[in-house]
Antibody
Framework: EVQLVESGGGLVQPGGSLRLSCAAS????????MSWVRQAPGEGLEWVSV???????SYAESVKGRFTIFRDDSKNTLHLQVNSLRADDTAVYYC???????????????WGQGTLVTVSS | DIQMTQSPSSLSASVGDRVTITCRAS??????LAWFQQKPGKVPRLLIY???TLQSGVPSRFSGSGSGTDFTLTISSLQPEDVATYYC?????????FGPGTKVDIK
């Protein structure tokens, strides 16, 4: 079955760190653009970061310098290292797959179920 | 400054009504525009990509149009299961910004 399963969320104090993980099955993450998208409680979707097929990465300005996206190709897993957390980082973090082909050109076609990160003292 | 706007922010319509949601991109994005549906408590689902291509498995009452800066998502005949928030997203280049969403419910 093709799916993404996130883990690693939880309650963390301001200034703390977490590592979010996204285990993929049914496809190979290194063959896709892979993104993290977050959604604060009751709010809309916010794109956070992407890693491209070649390994290049990009980040939203709101997380640049604090978050790091990386793949573990040996485990077919995507990670997001989140440091220096703030209250406004509280959100459900979704892992998402984006195929790059003549048709899809990097649009997200598969989402995980999400993992909740709560930043609070 | 890169912006994605949507209108209206919410709407209420009757079953069977035609519903139109507008998304505006600044700057223009040719046709690198996707529409997602998110039902309450659920994960987003891709409806439309490349501004007008229906994703496999999506009912044909959904359609998309537009290019450049102005885009439209249309539900030709609103059904009770279409109650959701709809988001547009640009994906031509980073940041892959989402619109703020349009909440659709049944009158």
């Amino acid at each position: 079955e093709v799916q993404l399963v996130e883990s690693g969320g939880g309650l963390v104090q301001p200034g703390g760190s977490l590592r979010l993980s996204c285990a993929a099955s049914g496809f190979t993450v290194r063959d896709y653009y892979m993104s993290w998208v977050r959604q604060a409680p009751g709010e809309g979707l916010e794109w956070v970061s992407v890693t491209y097929i070649g390994g290049t990465t990009s980040y939203a300005e709101s997380v640049k310098g604090r978050f790091t996206i990386f793949r573990d190709d040996s485990k077919n897993t995507l990670h997001l290292q989140v440091n220096s957390l703030r209250a406004d980082d509280t959100a459900v973090y979704y892992c998402a797959r984006a195929p790059y082909s003549a048709n899809y050109r990097g649009v997200i076609d598969l989402w995980g179920q999400g993992t909740l990160v709560t930043v609070s003292s | 400054d890169i912006q994605m706007t949507q209108s209206p922010s919410s709407l209420s319509a009757s079953v069977g009504d035609r519903v139109t949601i507008t998304c505006r991109a600044s700057p223009g994005i040719t046709n690198y525009l996707a529409w997602f549906q998110q039902k309450p408590g659920k994960v987003p689902r891709l409806l439309i990509y490349s501004a007008s291509t229906l994703q496999s498995g999506v009912p044909s009452r959904f359609s998309g149009s537009g290019s450049g800066t102005d885009f439209t998502l249309t539900i030709s005949s609103l059904q009770p299961e279409d109650v959701a928030t709809y988001y547009c997203q640009r994906y031509n280049s980073v940041p892959f910004t989402f619109g703020p969403g349009t909440k659709v419910d049944i009158k």
